[in-house]
Nanobody
Framework: VQVVESGGGSVQAGGSLRLTCTAS????????MGWFRHAAGKEREGVAR???????IVEDSVKGRFIVSRDNARNTLTLQMNSLKPEDTAMYLC????????????????WGQGTQVTVSS
């Protein structure tokens, strides 16, 4: 499985960016797709994901500003990021990994190389 992200860049505070992730190769019905981010000096954190039942989970830190959606036919995940803040600056990584309770903590599954998002004040 190959996971590839695109769409990062630099934007001023208050602006928007759209990230896209595509997982190609084998597909697994028990796998979910989601976004993590890793800012300098901080631990990696979950951002948003699509659960096995199709429901969207958005973490509190970005709730109301970020929207996650998935195109199952294309195995593509999109993250629409609005009202960006400087604290959203991070490397954003897409993951295709087993759904379930260990989603946030387990470093398993398949991961992309990441795309950098930089928000200036």
């Amino acid at each position: 499985v190959q996971v590839v992200e695109s769409g990062g860049g630099s934007v001023q505070a208050g602006g928007s960016l759209r990230l896209t992730c595509t997982a190609s190769g084998s597909t697994y019905t028990s796998y979910c797709m989601g976004w993590f981010r890793h800012a300098a000096g901080k631990e990696r954190e979950g951002v948003a994901r699509i659960e096995a039942d199709g429901s969207a989970i958005v973490e509190d830190s970005v709730k109301g500003r970020f929207i996650v959606s998935r195109d199952n036919a294309r195995n593509t995940l999109t993250l629409q990021m609005n009202s960006l803040k400087p604290e959203d600056t991070a490397m954003y990584l897409c993951a295709y990994k087993p759904c379930g309770g260990t989603w946030l903590s387990a470093p398993n599954g398949f991961w992309g190389q990441g795309t950098q998002v930089t928000v200036s004040s």
